[in-house]
């Protein structure tokens, strides 16, 4: 289970001059639910952005398998990107479409299908989000958990290789969140797709998560990689042992000015 | 890797049934852009007597995708319908847990939707019945406008002057080029349509009256007032709705603003202000489209077209075209505003109320107008 399914080589990634992380080099394998983590504004969805082709890194480049991303053409990236799925922060579903047209879209364009088959595949794929019955809804019209879960299965569409999320957990209560945790999981299993995630939910990364990278805004570079739960046990950085443990654990000796502000 | 395209091994589905078991063999590549063959046969077997349990049988089975999964889901409902026992269990895993996962949440009862006929007596009724309520809802909404308009005389209207100043920069003097070019070539398509008579009778000189009277009087207001409307009229109503999608309208009224006084006084104001100045200039430009053809083509210098003008135009002439461009400006602010402010949220409901602004603007600009002018005529002036 060791095939390196996404790679990413010597990236930097800069808006202008403006560098925002530099040297990213680590690799997805196949099966793997990876975790992209750090603070806020430490460039994880702009990261995201590099691996679904969005923007174009400063420097380095993103392999899919053996396929540089950014030295093919458009054609070639658009080929290399039908292999993969996102869900974005928000579901970002069209909402001038119904849940069902949502879904069938990339269906539609990218294979030859008949629209009694499509319209079963479209079923299928509510079903498997536990959306089932509730095609002809406008996005608008059900819930921010829905309407996620609907995202997903439109981000499943074309049956892709790799899943990409932008903070799946974000706005969902605690349940919900499990629900979708476990949701991934068992796409993961049943599907063997590979799962890509940026999220700063604690209780996902540890549930859910094979292997992660975390990257620090101060620095701007990757400071720590590898499974979460080992990460814990075992990171002797500060700043990822309190990101981990949301700052509860131990206060770092660089930090003792908290304690002279907040008297105990 | 790099060759995406892979052949796939030809599909093939059999059907066998033996001892009231009937076993369906699936063979080959499953795969959306695969062609598969026909699930008929199938159907037509299972739904025939006798059968009593439904296993499938997958050795040879190649790649799959949703295409097999949707085709699997169809035989196991069927079956199902039929009182048929189905035995998932030779499936491969990945298959397995995917059918527990369709079927782990079960359809929410009442959720689908059936398609509703309704007769043609309902929907003329719910035409009326939403036509009085627009226009309820005008009413409510110039009333709230006149309020946060007292409050304004009175000083108390709460609002960020900046924003004022910001509205009247970009209704005023970045809408000028386009007056500018439009207005022009209103005043020479004037003058070209009136010097075709006139010059029957040898009186171009009065293409200078024409042009004058028709902008001051008429045209320059009502152009000035189509434009902006296209031009702010929707502006308004994209700008609002999208502060409407975002939230930001609900966010104003927790911090104790009154939206109807923050957002849209200032901008309802600054076009109020603008338009009697635009129209003036619009005016203006027809003007000097009017003199640049009867200078050119006809036999008339300026100086003489110009003191026709002047004859001809008079001041009262003047304020009748400001003072109906001024309600068109409140008419133009009213209906982008109020489109704004009943916005849907969403990114197509934005696109809605910008069109519907435009519409209703330019609808309450023509009939305005065309009241006003009667009015005029009857009053003789």
Sequence with gaps: MTTPCLTIKNMTMAYGRFIIQRDLDFTINQGDIFIIMGGSGCGKSTLLMHLIGLQRPAKGDVFYGEESLWQADDQARNRILKRTGVLFQS?????????????????????????????????????????????????????????????????????????????????????????????????????????????????????????????????????????????????????????????????????????????? | MTANIVNNVPSEIKVALKQEILEVSIAGDWVLDADTPSLEPVLAQLTKEGVQQLVFSTKTLGRWDSLLMTDLIRLIDLGKNQNIQVDTSTLPEGIQGLLSLVSAVPERVGARRKEIKIPWLETMGNGVLHFVKETHDLIVFIGETALSFAALTRGKARFRWVDLW??????????????????????????????????????????????????????GGLMAAIIMSGRTGAAYAAQLGTMQVNSEIDALKTMGFQPMEFLVLPRILALILVMPLLCIYADLMGMVGGSLVTVAFFDVSLVEYLHRTAGAVHLTDLMIGIS??????????????????????????????????VVTGIVFIVMADSLMTVICNRLGI
């Design chain 1, 91 to 264: 579901g970002a579903l069209l909402s001038s479409m119904t849940l069902a047209e949502n879904i069938a879209l990339p269906i539609t364009e990218h294979t030859k299908l008949g629209a009694e088959r499509i319209r079963r595949i479209v079923s299928y794929k509510l079903a498997l989000v536990g959306l089932a019955g509730f095609e002809d809804y406008y996005p608008s019209e059900i819930s921010g958990g829905m309407q996620k879960r609907a995202g997903l299965a439109r981000a499943m569409a074309l049956d892709p290789e790799i899943l990409f999320f932008d903070e799946p957990s974000a706005g969902l209560d605690p349940i919900s969140a499990k629900l979708l945790d476990d949701l991934i999981l068992s796409l993961r299993d049943n599907l063997g797709a590979t799962v890509v995630m940026v999220t700063h939910e604690l209780a996902s990364i540890f549930a859910i998560g094979t292997n992660s990278v975390f990257l620090d805004p101060e620095t701007k570079t990757m400071i720590a990689s590898g499974a979460p739960k080992k990460l814990l046990a075992e990171s002797t950085d500060p700043k990822v042992i309190r990101f981990l443990t949301r700052g509860e654990t131990q206060i770092p000796e660089n930090n003792t000015h908290y304690l002279d502000r907040h008297p105990l």
């Design chain 2, 166 to 219: 910001m509205n009247i920069q970009s209704c005023g003097p970045s809408a000028l080029p386009i007056i500018t070019l439009i207005s022009l070539l209103v005043g020479l398509i004037l003058a070209f349509v009136g010097s075709v008579q006139l010059a029957l009778f040898g009186a171009q000189i009065y293409i200078a009256d024409l042009v004058g009277l028709g902008m001051t009087r008429e045209m």
């Design chain 2, 324 to 357: 109906k461009c001024a309600v068109f400006g409140i008419l133009i602010a009213l209906s982008g505003c109020m489109r704004g402010m009943q916005c849907g949220r969403s990114a197509s409901a934005v696109g809605d109320a910008a069109t519907s602004a």
